[in-house]
């Protein structure tokens, strides 16, 4: 696996009157305050503000959930839930954080193989 | 209110609907339904059907555009597709294949 850059200046942003249905993959760092449906695949950091509304499997680096998702997510380096998050599906990734307040069903995987091209 | 930006290296297939204003400087493919303004930037990219309130077209479309008030195809722009729009604008420099069909307001 290569060992991407993280920016920390995001480059994408998804405002909350913006709704997506569809596949959405990049290399940049994303922040989403709308609703996307469909798949995200994305080399680098997603964000997932409170107004957001994902439902998605989602391939990323790193993930930090203030809002809510829906669906499995595979990480391969960081997930964070705040208490702000409402999650439901599957989390894989070698670190995940889970803040009090934050509501989570589903199932939890901290050590996993990642999958060919991520 | 903020204005969603598609950046460079984001690649979208499917449709996206909303009502703030959006800037593409990605790839977007499939349908664009905004109740605002739409800017597709030099490096953008899209291959959509798209109804807009607006359009500034600075980067590639390739597909139907009905707007609501205005299309703009600057000078870098590229644009292949039937259009629907009270008013128009082409600068020198544009490249513009299709239909053109200025509704009367």
């Known amino acids: 696996m290569k060992k ?3 920016t920390s200046k995001p480059e994408g942003f998804i405002g909350q009157g913006i709704e997506i249905k569809g596949s959405l993959t990049g290399d940049e760092a994303l922040i989403v ?3 996307i449906t469909g798949e995200i695949s994305l080399n680098n950091h997603l964000t997932v503000q409170e107004t957001a509304e994902i439902k998605a499997n989602v391939e990323t680096v790193e993930l930090t959930i203030n809002g809510n998702l829906e669906g499995k997510v595979q990480v391969s380096e960081l997930i964070t ?3 702000t998050a409402q999650v439901s599906g599957e989390l894989y990734a070698p670190r995940i954080i889970i803040e009090e307040g934050a509501r989570f069903n589903g199932h939890i995987e901290m050590d996993f193989e990642l999958p060919e091209g991520i | 209110m903020s204005n969603t930006v598609i950046g460079q290296t984001l690649v979208i297939d499917g449709e996206i609907v909303g ?6 400087l990605g790839t977007v493919k499939g349908r664009i339904e905004l109740n605002n303004k739409l800017l597709v930037e030099n490096e953008g990219n899209v291959e959509a059907d798209i109804i807009v309130d607006n359009i500034t077209v600075n980067g590639t479309v390739t597909g139907n555009v009905d707007a609501r008030e205005k299309i703009e195809i600057e ?3 590229q644009m292949i597709g039937d259009i629907r ?3 128009l604008s082409i600068k020198e420099g544009a490249i513009f294949k299709g239909q053109i069909d200025m509704v009367m307001e």
Do not use: A, F, Q, R
Request: net charge negative.
């Open chain 1, 4 to 6: 991407m850059v993280l």
């Open chain 1, 33 to 35: 305050e709308g609703k």
């Open chain 1, 81 to 83: 839930v705040n208490s």
């Open chain 2, 19 to 24: 009502d703030e204003s959006l800037t593409i």
């Open chain 2, 75 to 77: 000078s870098t722009g």
């Open chain 2, 85 to 87: 729009t009270p008013k």
